[in-house]
T-cell receptor
Framework: GAVVSQHPSWVICKSGTSVKIECRSL??????MFWYRQFPKQSLMLMAT?????????EQGVEKDKFLINHASLTLSTLTVTSAHPEDSSFYIC?????????FGDGTRLSIL | GNSVTQMEGPVTLSEEAFLTINCTYT??????LFWYVQYPGEGLQLLLK?????DKGSNKGFEATYRKETTSFHLEKGSVQVSDSAVYFC??????????FGKGTRLSVIA
């Protein structure tokens, strides 16, 4: 069964709205969670790495004020896309690990109108 | 830096054909190597992995061997099925750093 649950799976909202995506590790405590973004027919681009209880480390070019990441517990990380615009439309995938392989959520398709 | 290069797609095969998707890597030290599969509209699933040279990862009829001398981790399957149609990503991981992915190869299998 799934070891990482991501919610919601699909979001459609108006421009200017803030959207929160949750990522939960279901049967293990994730010391580290990763957030990726995937454009159509392209590979996964790492956005940020977060460790429980500390600030996320963002990759170059990713706006930390636009993509807020909170990793409040060992089983939950959230990504909030603030004041979303059409160019933020994408497929967002979270991943969690605890020293072993990275496990991935099923992704969230975000469409901003 | 660390990087992964995999063959460009799309790859279109008939059912029961032999599949090879090439993957080579550049990395310092000895990374772990992975193949992930992404079915339409879904996230990534780990298909197989290898953690050291000459290891062979296998799952669901797919296999890949970690070749240090050629820095390769090619994915193979002897007889593909329509249900294998997906995007396949080769990836590497060094220590606690995040996975580094190739660009993905789209496979379409036709009956």
């Amino acid at each position: 069964g799934a070891v990482v649950s991501q919610h919601p799976s699909w979001v459609i909202c108006k421009s200017g709205t803030s959207v929160k995506i949750e990522c939960r590790s279901l049967d293990f405590q994730a010391t580290t969670m990763f957030w990726y973004r995937q454009f159509p027919k392209q590979s996964l681009m790492l956005m940020a790495t977060s460790n429980e209880g500390s600030k996320a480390t963002y990759e170059q070019g990713v706006e930390k004020d636009k993509f807020l990441i909170n990793h409040a517990s060992l089983t939950l990380s959230t990504l909030t896309v603030t004041s979303a615009h059409p160019e933020d439309s994408s497929f967002y995938i979270c991943s969690a690990e605890t020293g072993g392989p990275q496990h991935f959520g099923d992704g969230t398709r975000l469409s901003i109108l | 830096g660390n990087s992964v290069t995999q063959m460009e797609g799309p790859v279109t095969l008939s059912e029961e054909a032999f599949l090879t998707i090439n993957c080579t890597y550049t990395a310092t030290g000895y990374p772990s190597l992975f193949w992930y599969v992404q079915y339409p509209g879904e996230g990534l699933q780990l298909l197989l992995k290898a953690t050291k040279a000459d290891d062979k990862g296998s799952n669901k009829g797919f296999e890949a061997t970690y070749r240090k001398e050629t820095t390769s981790f090619h994915l193979e399957k002897g007889s593909v099925q329509v249900s294998d149609s997906a995007v396949y990503f080769c990836a590497l991981k060094r220590g606690n750093t995040p996975l580094v992915f190739g660009k993905g190869t789209r496979l379409s299998v036709i009956a």
